[in-house]
């Protein structure tokens, strides 16, 4: 672990090398057998569906590393993390929920959204939890974007954080999840990274409180990372955010197992 925000060698992985090999292997055959170009453009077609699987699976590593639990440092610790907000109206609330359960938790947090609700930033803060980045705009179109529109979304977040929470983020979410190969050099360069979950709820959906809990705690265990929404928050039938019940009936469930709760930072920190 490198000190937060200095710049970290990028490394391809497997089949990031592999592809780049197929299509240099591709251009070599092409120049010395024209004819076999048939084969040429199947292995490259082959190369570049293989690395768009891996881009729209949000907890595989074969894009680069990927935090999916917490590190066996953090002992009998899981993490909350809480994305796309703030939200005005379901930020507060969250918050008062962790501090009735004594818990901290790791926000990913929007850009455009935290310059337009500072306050509750600092709140966040203030509250003892950690503030990270979930690109400035929040894209649909964020895992078809070029290295150069990668960087520019990521910088303005960790621009945007910084001067709000004080600090500047460590790690980086992708919008939904997905991603495409040119995220984990510019993530080096940024020195930040790259974090998904082990279990999420799909409370952004699901107007079920009861059955969102049921997603997160099944197979609960230390080190778990777990994902919740405080912006998008869907609606339980009585009008309230499914976040607050789920989260309620997550945290008692953790310590009733003697689980506590650790920001991501705190967890690889050890
Ligand atoms: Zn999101």
């Not at 293989?50 to 935090?67: E, M, V």
């Not at 639990?69 to 008062?96: F, N, Q, Y």
């Not at 939904?176 to 709820?201: D, I, K, M, Q, Y």
């Not at 929404?229 to 953790?254: E, I, N, S």
């Amino acid at each position: 672990m490198n000190a937060p925000g200095t710049s970290r060698r990028w490394t391809p992985t497997p089949l990031i090398g592999g592809a780049v090999a197929v299509h240099a292997g591709a251009l070599a055959s092409l120049a010395v057998a024209p004819g076999a170009w048939p084969w040429a453009a199947g292995g490259v077609i082959a190369s570049h569906l293989a690395l768009t699987a891996a881009g729209l699976w949000p907890r595989s590593s074969l894009l680069g590393h990927n935090w999916t639990t917490l590190p066996e440092s953090a002992g009998a610790c899981i993490a909350i993390t809480i994305d796309d907000g703030p939200d005005p109206d379901v930020t507060p609330r969250v918050l008062d929920l962790l501090d009735a359960h004594r818990a901290r938790a790791t926000f990913f947090c929007i850009g455009e959204r935290v310059r337009a609700h500072p306050r509750i930033v600092e709140a966040i803060v203030a509250r003892g939890h950690a503030v990270e980045n979930h690109s400035q705009r929040h894209r649909h179109n964020f895992s078809l974007m070029g290295p150069r529109a990668l960087r520019r979304e990521i910088e303005a977040a960790q621009a945007t954080i910084g001067e709000i929470a004080g600090t500047r983020p460590v790690f980086f979410r992708a919008p939904a999840g997905l991603r495409n190969p040119f995220l984990e050099p510019v993530l080096c360069g940024l020195g930040l990274h790259l974090a998904s979950w082990t279990r999420r709820g799909f409370d952004t959906r699901a107007g079920d409180a009861a059955l969102v809990a049921r997603r997160l705690l099944n197979g609960l265990a230390a080190r778990d990372i777990l994902l919740v929404h405080d912006g998008h928050a869907a609606q339980a039938p009585d009008g309230a955010p499914v976040v607050l019940a789920a989260l309620d009936a997550v945290l008692r469930a953790a310590a009733d197992r003697g689980l506590a709760t650790a920001t991501l930072r705190e967890a690889i920190a050890g």
